[in-house]
């Protein structure tokens, strides 16, 4: 076995098991059962797919990819930080109702 062959095997399992982690996020994300567990579960899908697309890069040997996977990266940032306002406004609502 030579260096590519390796390389090649340990792109295609380390795919492999992000696209798994992904899979794992999807469920948690569709389960539930609070704001804060979609949350973790969407921002640790989004860090999967970032991941994902830098292996691809490697693997498909084309740069455009590792593009994809910034923009993703600073567009997650923004939407976990909303989401996060969103559930910390949710709680001081609910908190003031009792």
């Known amino acids: 076995m030579n260096a590519a062959a ?3 095997i340990c792109l295609t399992i380390g795919l492999s098991l992000i696209a798994l982690a992904i899979a794992l996020g999807f469920v ?3 389960r539930g059962p609070t704001l804060a567990d979609r949350v973790v579960a969407l921002d640790m899908m989004t860090a999967s797919v970032i991941a994902f697309c830098g292996l691809f890069a490697v693997k ?8 994809i ?8 940032f923004v939407s ?4 996060a306002r969103y559930a910390e406004r949710l709680a ?3 908190d003031s109702d009792d």
Do not use: K, N, T
């Open 6 to 8: 390796f390389m090649d």
């Open 28 to 30: 948690r994300l569709w």
């Open 60 to 67: 498909a040997q084309v740069e455009g990819y590792l593009d």
């Open 69 to 76: 996977a910034v923009a993703l990266a600073l567009v997650s």
């Open 80 to 83: 976990v930080v909303a989401l």
């Open 92 to 94: 001081r609502r609910s």
